[in-house]
């Protein structure tokens, strides 16, 4: 018993060595094969431990970086930092703890077969709820294993979360084969063969756009710094004065206060760069009475621009009710903010640039009603600091987020960031430029614009996530209904 423990917390560290910096997909399916050979004869409250285990075992794993920005910038001791970050591990592993619990009683003296549906349903189950419920979650989704490989191919079908259904019925399937069975096999193998089979052109090209995107690389304990914050923001000019591209676009809150406190002479070095060269700049607006918002502010447009995020960030741009004692004690600046209202893209050179803050962009859901139809966006933007978790594992994890949204709606992404990964993605989910982690630099590079609706997009566009709740419900329900009748 104990062995079979400790392996599913084995499976679920490998799991992690699936995604970026390695993508290794392969491993993501094997972790996963295993998971499901543990749990396949198992009792419901055996399946929820190894189900919990696996999950504590890939998340805490998967986002450790966490403890960076509780103990080095919050000021929590080190062991109570860590403590924290497992606590969490260990509060999201309950999903899966369940669904596995739940497959397990749902599967009861089933055929094998029955396995290829009810097992997936009940992971995809946990994955959405890590996704939406309590505001949402869903960082290292098991489908963003698969910016790569062969289920790369079903991106603009059915998106990150079909992948990651798909992805448990191929484990399931290898499971099997340890086990003699052969139905499953046979089942994923011929869904494998029709993935091949898939169209993959959905968009066409709009023409190139040369962008500029920085990378001031400060670190977060300077940047509210305000002895130094006049060194930052004079450097910050420097960069954007240097930049030769048609557009130009800055990392979240590069300036790290609202635009009214900025001294006049630097607004207007912005705005005769901005006469040249449209600008994106990351940025707050608002007041101490409506709230500030993270924005990315446009200089250059033909009208009046900004974007404000929409998404926020729990406990660090916004504090859950009953934790203000919490947060306030990180002493994180502007923890409580408010939420930008519109989805308008920004006009640059013929291309229609849609800004995401940070995070925003592992919610294609909350977006793609700017994806489709007349007038969607031709380029895809997000802007982000992620100089609060270091270098290691979660800047590569947040480039392969975005390689997925491009391979979902057949959109380039173009990334600006403080510390990395400051990038170019083309719309087969390609990075084709980056610059360095942790440098100062301006990335110059050529982005191909597209245009062109999906399969996925149109679908989410139409229904969001609702489909997939659905086919879970189904799948879920025959299965119950197979059990009481057996």
Not at 243 to 256: D, K, L, M, N
Not at 347 to 373: H, K, N, T, W
Not at 397 to 425: C, D, K, Y
Request: with cysteine; charged share 15%.
């Amino acid at each position: 018993m104990v062995v079979g423990f400790a392996a599913a917390l084995l499976a679920g560290v490998i799991h992690t060595a699936a995604f970026a910096p390695l993508e290794a997909w392969y491993l993501q399916l094997f972790a996963l094969a295993l998971l499901a050979r543990l749990t396949w004869t198992a009792t419901p409250r055996r399946a929820a431990m190894l189900g919990g285990l696996f999950g504590l075992g890939w998340l805490a794993s998967g986002f450790w970086w966490i403890h960076i920005s509780l103990h080095q910038f919050g000021h929590l001791p080190w062991l109570l930092a860590a403590l924290a970050v497992l606590l969490l591990a260990a509060f999201l592993a309950c999903y899966y703890a369940a669904a596995l619990a739940l497959a397990a009683w749902l599967l009861t003296s089933a055929k094998p077969v029955w396995r290829i549906f009810v097992w997936p349903a009940c992971w995809l189950l946990a994955e959405l709820g890590r996704a939406t419920l309590m505001t949402g979650f869903p960082w290292l989704t098991a489908g963003y294993a698969h910016t790569v490989g062969p289920l790369a191919l079903w991106a603009p079908w059915i998106g990150v979360y079909g992948i990651t259904a798909l992805a448990a019925g191929i484990a399931v399937a290898l499971a099997g084969l340890s086990l003699r069975h052969w139905c499953p096999a046979a089942v994923m193998a011929a869904l494998l063969g029709l993935g091949a089979l898939l169209p993959q052109d959905f968009s066409v090209s709009t023409g190139t756009l040369k962008v500029s995107l920085l990378q001031p690389n400060v670190a977060q304990d300077q940047k509210f710094d305000r002895e130094l914050m006049a060194a930052n923001l004079e450097r910050l000019a420097l960069q954007i004065e240097s930049a030769r591209g048609q557009v130009i676009v800055t990392p979240e809150s590069v300036v790290p206060l609202p635009l009214d406190y900025l001294e006049p002479d630097f607004m207007q070095r912005l705005q005769r760069v901005a006469a040249q060269r449209p600008l994106l700049l990351g940025s707050f607006l608002g007041d101490e009475q409506r709230g500030y918002v993270n924005s990315l502010v446009g200089f250059g447009g033909p009208v009046a621009y900004d974007y404000g995020k929409r998404h926020l960030l729990p406990f660090g741009e916004f504090i859950p009710p009953g934790f203000h004692w919490f947060v306030k004690a990180l002493q994180i600046p502007l923890d409580d903010q408010a939420r930008g209202q519109h989805q308008r893209s920004f006009d640059v050179a013929g291309q229609r640039l849609r800004p995401l803050i940070c995070y925003e962009d592992l919610f294609g859901e909350d977006f793609v009603v700017s994806m489709v139809g007349e007038g969607a966006a031709t380029v895809l933007v997000n802007a982000s600091n992620l100089a609060w978790f270091g270098t290691l594992m979660v800047q590569d994890q947040h480039l392969q987020f975005s390689q997925m949204r491009a391979l979902e709606f057949q959109r380039p992404v173009i990334r600006s960031t403080n510390t990395g990964a400051t990038a170019v993605v083309d719309h087969r989910g390609r990075v084709t430029a980056r610059l360095a982690p942790a440098v100062a630099g301006v990335l110059e590079a050529e982005v191909e614009g597209r245009s062109g609706s999906t399969p996925y997009a149109r679908w989410l566009q139409a229904f969001g996530l609702w489909p997939l709740w659905l086919a879970v419900a189904l799948v879920l329900g025959l299965a119950g209904w197979r059990r009481r009748a057996s």
